[in-house]
């Protein structure tokens, strides 16, 4: 991750503390057919509450099916799922640091770009012996990090409101800020919407 994400990423942990949210893929199943050039994937995983849940997608290749499916699966409680976007994918085979090359030591580096509503791009980076999880596992940062994200700026906006309600335009300005940091994720005009809603 950039500077910049790495920044925001420790704001998110810090607002939301123990309500982080931990996306986890305990597997998933793949089928790729060669004559329509479509994906299918069926992935095991931990829901937000910690239950067993599998989602499906389809998509041009392994990544951008997960892709989907996570987006799709979530994207009700988190609707700037939808603003965002599958951007790249690229993997790359590294060769142990020890100078072996055997299959147990080589480990394989997967990149994934996510471009917000605006264009601007976020870099997500997954280590691990195998090539597929990697992908994976990059894949499930990425949607982690943009669901926090939602989850960050709802809690900014509840203190904020707080705050104001007290009349303590110190921090009224300081919640502000940091909301306006994190609103360059991505755009939360429908997540504005429903919060608008319900405060009537």
């Known amino acids: 991750m950039a500077l910049e994400q790495d920044k925001m990423q420790s704001l998110m942990e810090e607002i939301l503390q123990e309500d982080y949210v931990r996306l986890e893929v305990a597997g998933y199943t793949l089928e790729e057919d060669f004559d329509d050039g479509v994906c ?19 998509g041009v290749g392994t990544i951008d099916a997960l892709f989907a499916a996570l987006r799709a699966h979530l994207a009700e409680d988190y609707p700037s799922l939808k603003s965002i976007g599958f951007s790249q994918f690229s993997i790359k085979g590294l060769i142990s640091s020890e100078g072996e090359r055997t299959s147990t030591k080589a480990e394989a580096e997967a990149t994934v770009g996510i471009v917000n509503s605006e264009g601007k791009e976020f870099v997500f980076q997954s280590k691990v012996p195998s090539v597929s999880r990697a992908g994976v596992q990059a894949t499930v940062e990425a949607t982690e990090y943009f669901v926090n994200s939602e989850r960050t ?15 303590r335009t110190d921090l009224v300005e300081k919640y502000t800020d940091l909301m306006s940091q994190v609103v360059q994720n991505t755009s939360y005009s429908e997540v504005v919407e429903q919060i608008r809603e319900s405060m009537k």
């Open 40 to 58: 299918r994937i069926i992935c095991r995983m931990n829901d937000l509450d910690g239950e067993k849940v599998e989602v499906r997608g389809e």
């Open 153 to 167: 700026y709802v809690r900014l906006h509840e203190i904020l409101e707080h705050y104001r309600s007290e009349g």
